[in-house]
Antibody, heavy 115, light 107 residues
């Protein structure tokens, strides 16, 4: 079964850029869609966007102007970049396989936006 | 975007009893509806997709029904490990959206 692991800074300053990477193991990143989903503390889930292994992307319109999701097939990784962050971007960020519904999630990483 | 609502917000149930959770979509999502279970500190776990198909390894006590805008998740006999938050999610139209969740707690 594929395993996913998020990595990146746990603290980001307001107005700066949040960058996370998801490393996929136990399977190839090729031939699947790969997603980022977030959950503010104590709140519900928000689908940020997804990328196909070929590089095709789709972003949530609420974040589209600030989000980039990319894939590196040579490293079996995909990444999330979110610019101009505010406290509202504080959340647990999950990477996941597939777009639509997903049964393969990373453990999640808490990113706090604070000065 | 499609807004998902869930009811009740909290459901108090005794072990062994039946739990019925409801999910409503602001417009038709056909059968493109999934249910997840989430426990504290864990990622969500897929229970149901296609409104009624159990995911791999999900016990038969979990069942889903509905189509269009009205959906139900039923847990036939609650076990101790079933106390958690449950989310519905539509994947009929982008952006995919989740409901706010129903917390199933011990009565």
């Amino acid at each position: 079964q594929v395993q996913l692991q998020e990595s990146g800074p746990g603290l980001v300053k307001p107005s700066e850029t949040l960058s996370l990477t998801c490393t996929v193991s136990g399977g190839s990143i090729r031939s699947y869609y790969w997603s980022w989903i977030r959950q503010p503390p104590g709140k519900g889930l928000e689908w940020i966007g997804y990328v196909y292994y070929s590089g095709t992307t789709n972003y949530n319109p609420s974040l589209k102007s600030r989000v980039t999701i990319s894939v590196d097939t040579s490293k079996n990784q995909f990444s999330l970049t979110l610019t101009s962050v505010t406290a509202a971007d504080t959340a647990v960020y999950y990477c996941a396989r597939d777009a639509a519904y997903t049964n393969d999630w990373g453990q999640g990483t808490l990113v706090t936006v604070s000065s | 975007e499609i807004v998902m609502t869930e009811s009740p917000a909290t459901l108090s149930v005794s072990p062994g009893e039946r739990a019925t959770l409801s999910c409503r979509a602001s417009q038709s999502v056909s059968s493109n509806l999934a249910w997840y279970q989430q426990k504290p500190g864990q990622a969500p776990r897929l229970l149901i997709y296609g409104a009624s198909t159990r995911a791999t390894g999900i016990p038969v006590r979990f069942s889903g029904s509905g189509s269009g805008t009205e959906f139900t998740l039923t847990i036939s006999s609650l076990q101790s490990e079933d106390f958690a938050v449950y989310y519905c999610q539509q994947y009929n139209k982008w952006p995919f959206t989740f409901g706010p969740g129903t917390k199933v707690e011990i009565k």
